[in-house]
């Protein structure tokens, strides 16, 4: 496949933009499952989340995540995060960094769960908390969430275990590696103009 050279910042900024928005929507995109970064105790920590939302308008991704997870306490403490990404097939990777925020009981915690089917919200059906030790190797989850056919009904009990996470984005990394000679673009989130503003740096 010959892959497309970009050479227009503002081509660049738009084609991260679009993408992300593409992968929430489309489970095996290769932005869907992304590595969120957090800072624990001054030390970095990273997981896959699945990107569930995308409001490139509002510079913003959406993940959830249950509310007694390790990421949640992290976020309260230090808000500033990162995403990445690396597509194998276009071979380009994206940096995006930010700052985050929990969302338990309002509208926002709402809606994301709304829109959710009932198989993605199963892993809220576990009583116990995530990390905590065991004896044997188990899942944890009830087993009402193990049938093929989840309902809204099963999976009600997970609710009070959801937490969805909202990031805003203020600086984005891009990297092409592109056969004729890699590319690299950094695009920083200027408030007073209410954009994003590019250069090339050095691959
Ligand atoms: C493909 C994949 C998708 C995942 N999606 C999510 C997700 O959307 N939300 C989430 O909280 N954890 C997800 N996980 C699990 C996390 O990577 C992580 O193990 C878990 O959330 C505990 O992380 P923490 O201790 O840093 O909070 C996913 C893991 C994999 C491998």
Do not use: C
Request: charged content about 30%; hydrophobic content about 35%.
């Amino acid at each position: 496949m010959e892959l497309p050279r970009y050479e227009d910042l503002d081509a660049v900024r738009e084609l991260v933009w679009e993408r992300l928005e593409a992968a929430a929507q489309e489970p095996g995109h290769p932005y869907r499952t992304l590595t969120f970064g957090t800072v624990q105790e001054e030390a970095p920590d990273l997981r896959t989340v699945v990107l569930r939302t995308v409001a490139p308008e509002d510079r913003r991704l959406q993940f959830h995540t249950d509310r007694r997870s390790g990421k949640v306490e992290a976020l309260r403490a230090n808000n500033r995060i990162a995403w990445h990404g690396w597509d194998p097939e276009t071979r380009q990777q994206i940096r995006l960094y930010g700052t985050g925020t929990v969302h338990l009981d309002d509208e926002v915690a709402m809606a994301l769960w709304e829109s959710q089917s009932p198989a993605s919200l199963t892993v809220y059906v576990r009583p116990p908390s995530p990390g905590t030790p065991l004896e044997v190797p188990e899942d944890g989850l009830r087993p009402v969430v193990k049938s093929e056919s989840v309902t809204d009904d099963d999976v009600a009990e997970g609710r009070q275990h959801f937490a969805a996470v909202r990031t805003v984005i203020d600086e984005v990394e891009w990297l092409h590696l592109h056969p004729e000679g890699h590319y690299r673009a950094r695009f920083k989130y200027q408030p007073e103009k209410e954009t994003f503003e590019g250069s090339w740096v050095v691959p």
